[in-house]
């Protein structure tokens, strides 16, 4: 083969791509208006394009399969993309990336949503895919040398647009639809990734020098509730209401809507609000996933900021710590103790796959007589994680309401358990309860809809009596709640 037809095939194949890549490109929701996406971001586009295929041509040694490969590759985030924002809401982001190294670390945590059957395909067509690389690979020096070439072009052309001014004011804060829309999805991963990356932890949080107040609760339970939300607001149905939710807010001292940015998704999101008091737009393109940099910011979060007032504090889990980084991140922000699965007594059979809300409670309320000092718990709860049993709207959200009213009994359950143990020691005690997030139920819940859940807080003095507020619903994000927990434990700053 002359050297005019290598380079015949690289650029007829190179040509495909692009062609290919910007019709993929086409079809990821959202879309723009009127047009094209912009030419920044069709430059990026076919630039990353060209870097994967020079990079598969350099080692299979064959443009056809290279090609092939990146648009099966394109095809793929397209796909997944898509999927994801008529689930979730939100378009393919790139701290979605750092999830698959969890799918290998816990596969139980996604593959036990997966079909045995779904496994096996997937299986079989990853073998299918290396047995077909393997069988037309090519032993052709050019061929190879020319990929190797492609794909440092690539990577240096990219590296020089997104060095331009014109490049570095595209994409500047965060908007994922209007950029996906505006730019596309593969330019928007790369962008928003370097954008992310060139953000800096923040200065450490400022001594406050701020005392207990006099009337601070000596326990403090903060219940971060999976996929809890209200069924009777959710589904438009008063018959759904949840007994220990109704009777809560008619006894607390503050009670409302949690305004949280993810739905279906994205817990890390609302407990980095509760716990580091940090609002999204202070985060930057840190906010789609803050448990990657959470680490550096220990020092804004609540045990942080209270063990000078002299609380301990305990962070309950009933899953491995590692998952989200939580076995570095809440010991950098001050936890005294981390307590794992192995302190919970696990589900039986007719159970479900995790541990319950029940169990839990069993172990938070154990905690609290044990407690010796002022005391802070934190507890992220994980029996109502989907996917729900079913396989259609009538039997999704029949599901989901067993378990939700299994959380709606975790709270109605802390709740006497609070009052009794204020009574008991004659201190006042304190329950925070909220959930991290609508759940995503197809054919009955949606992106579009309603995404805030409820919370409530509880005060009980020192006779266990609920001091009650003005029951007035209030509207809080995740970091106002931190804020609202902070300033009923401490003086006001002066």
Sequence with gaps: MTLHSHIFQVVVAALALVCGGA???ALVHPRPRHGLRSVPGLAINAGVLLGVFGAILALCGNPLVACALSLGLGALFTVASNAKNTMLGEPLLF???ALIGAVFRHPQFYLSAVAPWQRAVASLVALA???LLCLLFRADGVMHLAGLALALGAAAMLAILQGSPAFRAIAATPDPHGDVARHGLVPVLLLYWRRWRDTRDPPPCPASGRPARDDAPELVVV???ESFADPADLFDDAALALPGLDAARGLAWQHGRLHVSGFGAYTMRTEYGVLFGREEAELGFRRFDPFLTAQGEGSWALPARLHPAGWDSAFLHPHDMRFYGRDRIMPAGGFARLVGETHFAP???DQGRYVTDAAMTDVILDTLQAASAPT???????????PWAGDGQEELVPGYMRLVRNSDAMLARLADGLAALARQRGKPAALVFFGDHCPSIPGATTPAGKRHTPFVIMRFDDAGQPMRGDDT?????PAGLHHTIL???LEPAR
């Design 473 to 477: 619903a209030a509207d809080l994000t």
């Design 23 to 25: 019709a993929l490109d």
């Design 376 to 386: 802070l718990l934190y507890a992220v709860t994980i029996e109502n994680h989907g």
């Design 223 to 225: 219940i971060q509730c």
């Design 129 to 131: 895919l290396v047995a």
């Design 95 to 97: 701290s979605d990336f």
């Design 347 to 349: 589900p039986a059979p």
């Design 487 to 489: 300033d009923m434990m």
